[in-house]
Structures are given as structure tokens and as C-alpha cells.
């Protein structure tokens, strides 16, 4: 069975500096996709980024990153120049390419960013 | 503006009670979901339906069903609440394709007494 880990409940950053957020996954496919979600205080999810696992290129979305390791089953996402309104809960998510429609979630990472 | 409508936006409710939490979209997605929410433990999925007719079981269906009658609507009911189902309730949906990611509704924040 997939699963999706999230070894970090909290975690802080002062602003203007740079976190990181870890996610591993574990599953014996070698096709699959990947998402950053980030839950503000609104309660809304929002989608972050997203990585194909057949791609080697880390995907990029302005401030937002990942490092995606394959062999490692790793997909942290690096947040750049944090900002007050990246403070959130942050769920990692998996999703195979084929079969199944399903979407395993992570236990999410709470960030605080400190003015 | 497209997205994903869910009623209502909070209920408490009384255990044994009969309660069904509304869930529709206007994007025409074939696919979706409903997700529980709790402290420490993400969101684990209840059910999924990957087109009309079809629904299946997620991770924690136990308490739970749902009917998916048309593309657009995708409802959860709770037979006979219970405390332990006191949770966050999301419904999502997507479009089916390999890369598509998930479009959440704002939730249902449900209380059982």
C-alpha cells in the first residue's frame, strides 16, 4: 500500500529566510505524481506544486520548490524568501499515474513564519 | 466562478442522528472525493467515485456512504452519527486526467454530541 510521511508537525522560519518541509512516500510503482497543498488559517486548499515522477527536473513555482529524489522515494518542498501569509499546514500527496483515481495524503507540517 | 460547493459550512450534530453533507461542482470533473480531516492525521479518504455510477472505498469508509447520480453532485451520508466522526469534511474533485490535481470545496466542520 502507498503511503505518504510527514516526519515534521511543526515547524518555524524567520521571514525573508528560507524552510524546507520533508515528505517521503513509499510505493512500489515507478509511475506516479506528486503535490505540495498549503491549508491556511481559511481552511482552503490550495495547490502548491506538483512533480511527475518521470520528469528528473525539480518543478519550480516562484518561491516555491522541490527536491525531488526518486531513488530515495523523497519530495521535500524548499519555500525561498518566506513570507507572513506562507504560514500555514503544508500536506504532501501522492497519486498514481494510472488505475486508481486516489490521492494519499501526508499528515501535514504546520510552518510558522516569525516576523 | 467554477469550483466546488459544499453544505453545510458547520453542523453539530446529535449522535444517532441521520446527516448528509452536500457536495456539488461546476467544472464537470469526472472524479470525486470526499476527505476527513483530524488533528494529526491529515486527511485520510472516506470514498471516491471515478465517474458517474461508480463510487469505491477509501481508507476509512466504515459509518460512511455516498451516491454519485450525476456528474455534478457527490453526497455523504452518515447513517447514524457517531462521536468519533466529529471531523473536518472535504469534498474534492478533479478531472479524471493523469497530471490533474485535486480542487477542494471549503469544507464541512461536522461536531456529534
Known amino acids: 500500500a502507498q503511503t505518504v510521511t510527514q516526519s515534521q508537525p511543526e515547524m518555524s522560519v524567520q521571514e525573508a529566510e528560507t524552510v524546507t518541509l520533508s515528505c517521503t512516500y513509499d510505493?512500489?510503482?515507478?509511475?506516479?505524481?506528486l503535490f505540495w497543498y498549503k491549508q491556511p488559517p481559511s481552511r482552503q486548499m490550495i495547490l502548491v506544486i506538483r512533480q511527475e515522477a518521470y520528469k528528473q527536473q525539480n518543478a519550480t513555482e516562484n518561491r516555491f520548490s522541490v527536491n525531488f529524489q526518486k531513488a530515495a522515494k523523497s519530495f521535500s518542498l524548499k519555500i525561498s524568501d518566506s513570507q507572513l501569509g506562507d504560514a500555514a499546514m503544508y500536506f504532501c500527496a501522492y497519486r498514481l499515474r494510472s488505475g486508481t483515481y486516489k490521492y494519499i495524503f501526508g499528515t501535514g507540517t504546520r510552518l510558522k513564519v516569525l516576523a | 466562478i467554477a469550483g466546488i460547493t459544499q453544505a453545510p459550512t458547520s453542523q453539530i450534530l446529535a449522535a444517532g442522528r441521520r446527516m448528509t453533507l452536500r457536495c456539488t461542482q461546476d467544472?464537470?470533473?469526472?472524479?470525486m472525493y470526499w476527505y476527513r480531516q483530524d488533528l494529526g492525521l491529515g486527511l485520510r479518504l472516506i470514498h471516491y467515485s471515478n465517474t458517474a455510477g461508480t463510487t469505491g472505498k477509501g481508507e476509512v469508509p466504515d459509518g460512511y456512504s455516498v451516491s454519485r447520480a450525476n456528474t455534478d453532485d457527490f453526497p455523504l451520508t452518515l447513517a447514524s452519527a457517531v462521536p468519533s466522526q466529529t471531523s473536518v469534511y472535504f469534498c474534492?474533485?478533479?478531472?479524471?486526467?493523469?497530471?490533474?490535481?485535486?480542487?477542494f470545496g471549503n469544507g464541512t466542520r461536522l461536531t456529534v454530541t
Open positions: 467544472m464537470r470533473h469526472n472524479a
Open positions: 474534492a474533485s478533479s478531472s479524471g486526467t493523469v497530471s490533474s490535481p485535486l480542487h
Open positions: 510505493t512500489s510503482e515507478s509511475d506516479y505524481y
